[in-house]
């Protein structure tokens, strides 16, 4: 079930953002009473079209909601994004939102900004430690599952699969979480690895290029970003290998053409970004204006194919 901020209570929002109000708050609540609130992000990766996505409908709400975003992009490094949460803390932000490279480094960031009274709230990824106010994200594990149940039909229910993993970041173990609690129900699919790619595709690519080499009758991978699947994919090609199955994680434009052209990438769990970014923002306001909002906001997934795309084309 997805948060959603009645429309009338936006609207009336929205009325009284012009109103003077108080710099100083209680930790946990928002540091200026009303006017523009000034919200610091850090992104964990700004180049990423899922990124961009979240992006977009984040500052278009924003605007909607009377907030000043500044993004920064944290690069999928955790001491980049500790420095910028410092710095939006000594800028006094009103609020933070956090997308993490790391789910446990970044807790010292969190109970920093706690200690400044600083509301923080994370997006697609969640920090481990530290509070949050509430975390915004896809149903990770209801899309592992989903992954998981396509590799098992495609491989007829047996077969030796690899996880091209990335597990520092959380949002990923609960991917990896689902995809192997739905394989499980299949006696004959055994995962034999889960190598880090770092959801890197360079190093994706490195990884897949090693389990190929080291099972020569590995039948399937399951890649934990579009990044991964995409690194995986070329290795794959590189191989000349027919008989692997590929499965994704995002729905990114570059994974949706390999699809649709019949690659080895035979499907994707697929997010919803903007999605995220815009209940994030409705999420914050309705923090700014006193609510309670749930310590988890779920955000709808899916899974595309070859066939939904060529449907979703022809409907164009």
Do not use: W
């Not at 990923?172 to 034999?192: L, N, S, Y």
């Not at 934990?224 to 090609?237: F, M, P, Q, S, V």
């Amino acid at each position: 079930m997805q948060f959603r901020i009645p429309a009338a209570i936006a609207a009336a929002a929205m009325l009284l953002s012009g109103c003077g109000g108080n710099k100083t708050a209680a930790p946990g609540a928002p540091a200026s009473g009303a006017g523009t609130k000034k919200i610091g992000v850090t992104l964990l990766g700004r180049t990423d079209p899922f990124y961009q996505d979240m992006e977009k409908a984040m500052v278009a709400e924003a605007k909607l909601k009377g907030m000043e975003l500044d993004v920064q992009d944290g690069n999928h490094d955790l001491s980049t994004q500790l420095a910028q949460v410092e710095n939006f803390i000594s800028q006094k932000k009103d609020a933070l939102i956090l997308c993490p490279a790391d789910s446990d480094g970044i807790g010292g960031a969190v109970e920093k900004a706690n200690a400044a009274g600083i509301p923080v709230f994370t997006a697609d990824i969640k920090a481990n430690k530290g509070t949050v106010i509430t975390h915004v994200a896809s149903d990770n594990v209801k899309g592992g599952e989903l992954a998981g149940e396509r590799m098992a039909k495609l491989l007829n229910g047996k077969g030796k699969v690899v996880i091209i993993d990335y597990p520092s970041v959380a949002s990923v173990r609960q991917r990896t979480e689902g995809f192997a609690k739905a394989v499980a129900k299949f006696p004959g699919i055994q995962i034999v690895e889960r190598p880090n790619g770092k959801a890197k595709r360079d190093e994706a690519l490195t990884q897949t290029e090693n389990m190929l080499q080291k099972y020569p009758d590995l039948a399937g991978i399951f890649a934990i970003n579009d990044n991964t699947a995409l690194g995986a994919l070329k290795a794959i090609d590189n191989s000349k290998r027919t008989n692997v199955v590929l499965i994704g994680y995002d729905g990114d434009p570059e994974a949706r053409t390999a699809i649709l052209s019949g690659t080895a990438l035979k499907a994707d769990a697929v997010q919803y970004p903007d999605k995220i970014g815009k209940q994030t923002i409705d999420v914050i306001d309705a923090h700014f204006r006193g609510e309670k909002t749930p310590a988890f906001a779920p955000v709808e997934v899916g899974l595309i194919d070859q066939e939904s795309l060529k449907k979703e084309a022809a409907a164009k």
